[in-house]
DNA sequence: ACGAATCTTTAGTAAATCACTCAGGATGGT
DNA sequence: ACCATCCTGAGTGATTTACTAAAGATTCGT
């Protein structure tokens, strides 16, 4: 069970736009790319389907860019990797019949809890934590 | 992150072999594919794999085949994952300097909390739990 | 109206991974 | 010797990943 980088590019995305929402700008790809160290092509991909699932809005020609369309306290991890990814933990053999149900209950369980986890922090969280530099979990 | 098929074939395998512990019989590979519906060319590949972790022994010729090698009280779901997948969850961006501090957070502590719940069952839960025909975490 | 800067969309692609399949060899009991 | 079983390594089609590229649409300043 891996993480793929689009998924990880596009929490990075948000977060930076979430950094930046105060100011109530529009974030140019090229510059969201450079900053969060994305290729660039790669970007406009997953920024497409952030937009077409309502966290983010874009505005073409000249000085366009990318904002959020809400505040950052009301998107958390887990809607973000859901867009992308369908899941934020995949588990297959929850839907085969073969699978015993004590294993399908671990499963669900490790699923649950990731889940959890990632509903439970809004890139808010995540802009507060890198202005004071420290940790958000474990003060 | 999904799990793949042959990681839930790992454990299923593991699973079998638990409820068959006590009988100190080998498996063969044939009736443990039948029994998992896991194909048979494919889980002789996932047994070696698990003999070389140490899970399982085999013994080859005539009435060969497969069994544990301690009992399924001392092996645990996040021990057979890991033999079979490395990690649990694996989130390369926690080694990518790139990646802001806060979002490595989240990702560390949804890692932490999958291992935490794979490493807390052992196969002899599963065997209990399917004995009782009930659930083993919602009493 | 023009041109530059931006986003939009679609297509392509090399590499890796997944989930097998197969063939031939090694081993051990009778 | 024979046969049932495990062992090993190679091969493979399909899918996914992580991009790259190109041509088009939109907006703004002038």
Redesign the pocket.
């Known amino acids: 069970m891996?993480l793929?980088?689009?998924t990880d590019y596009a929490c990075r995305a948000i977060a930076w736009m979430a950094q930046h929402y105060d100011e109530d700008q529009?974030?140019?790809?090229?510059a969201l790319a450079a900053a969060q160290g994305i290729?660039e092509?790669?970007l406009?991909?997953i920024?497409?389907v952030l937009?077409s699932a309502g966290f983010v809005k874009?505005?073409?020609?000249?000085?366009?860019?990318?904002c959020l369309t809400r505040p950052p306290g009301k998107i958390c991890f887990g809607d973000v990797v859901r867009a992308v990814?369908g899941h934020v933990l995949d588990i297959p053999s929850l839907g085969d019949p073969n699978c015993p149900e004590g294993m399908k209950e671990v499963w669900r369980k490790i699923k649950h809890s990731a889940e959890q986890i990632a509903d439970s922090v809004t890139f808010e969280d995540l802009v507060s934590a890198s202005e004071q530099g420290g940790g958000m979990f474990y003060i």
Chains 1, 2 share one sequence.
Do not use: A, E, M, W
């Open positions: 891996k793929s980088i689009k529009t974030v140019h790809v090229q290729p092509n790669y406009v991909q920024l497409t937009r874009s505005k073409r020609g000249k000085d366009g860019g990318y990814q």
